[in-house]
């Protein structure tokens, strides 16, 4: 079955750095388009990143601009989420879904607390 499944959160201080990833199984990877999204508590949840199936193309919120950046490597299914000069407004539950229509898969979500 499909199953997305991220790491990589944490608590970090204000200014750092962290990398999440999203480990994809059961599905052909390389094919569906990749997306990060976070909900912070109280908030709605909001697209943060995406990169396409075939050519690469990333797309990023205007908050987190020049300080993200999505990639993936589709040899080893997996979507990465470089998050740098990191604020206390990241902090949130991160997500990554995979989407080709008309499939639609989440994972479960990775805690990210920047806090001092």
């Known amino acids: 079955q499909v199953q997305l499944v991220e790491s990589g959160g944490g608590l970090v201080q204000p200014g750092g750095s962290l990398r999440l990833s999203c480990a994809a199984s059961g599905f052909t990877f390389s094919s569906y388009s990749m997306n990060w999204y976070r909900q912070a508590p109280g908030k709605e949840r909001e697209l943060v990143a995406a990169?396409?199936?075939?050519?690469?193309?990333?797309d990023y919120a205007d908050s987190v601009k020049g300080r993200f950046t999505i990639s993936r490597d589709n040899a080893k299914n997996t979507v990465y989420l470089q998050m740098n000069s990191l604020k206390p407004e990241d902090t949130a539950v991160y997500y990554c879904?995979?989407?080709?229509?008309?499939?639609?898969?989440w994972g479960q979500g990775t805690q990210v607390t920047v806090s001092s």
């Open positions: 879904r995979a989407m080709k229509w008309p499939n639609d898969a």
């Open positions: 990169i396409s199936s075939t050519s690469g193309v990333t």
